[in-house]
């Protein structure tokens, strides 16, 4: 049996991702699981080569994002970490939108 990873957090994260992140449609693949499961935020690359994705949703939602990203995210990508924080937000999203 799988062992599947359950995050504490309800309500908004960020994540950051390292890896090879960028140039391999890693945004717009993120873009289209986060709207498979009715996220809400952004994912935006960083000027350092990383990518920064915002979300907000129930612990049902952010476990699926989160056990995404643990199977590697898109087969083009290859992700050497990523790290979760529970995030305020300062303003309420209505979608999630790619950022650049």
């Known amino acids: 049996m799988q062992n599947v990873h359950k995050s504490p957090y309800e309500g908004g994260i960020i994540i950051h991702v390292t890896g090879r ?41 952010l476990d699926s994002l989160i056990n995404w990203l643990e199977k590697g995210g898109p087969s083009s990508a290859k992700i ?10 300062e303003q309420m999203y209505t979608t999630f939108n790619v950022r650049y």
């Open 21 to 61: 992140v960028q140039g391999v449609g890693f945004r717009f693949f993120t873009y289209q699981q986060a709207k498979k499961w009715q996220l809400v935020g952004y994912v935006k690359n960083l000027s350092n080569g990383d990518v920064e994705i915002l979300a907000y949703g129930t612990k049902t939602q």
């Open 80 to 89: 050497t970490h990523f790290d979760v924080k529970q995030a305020n937000f």
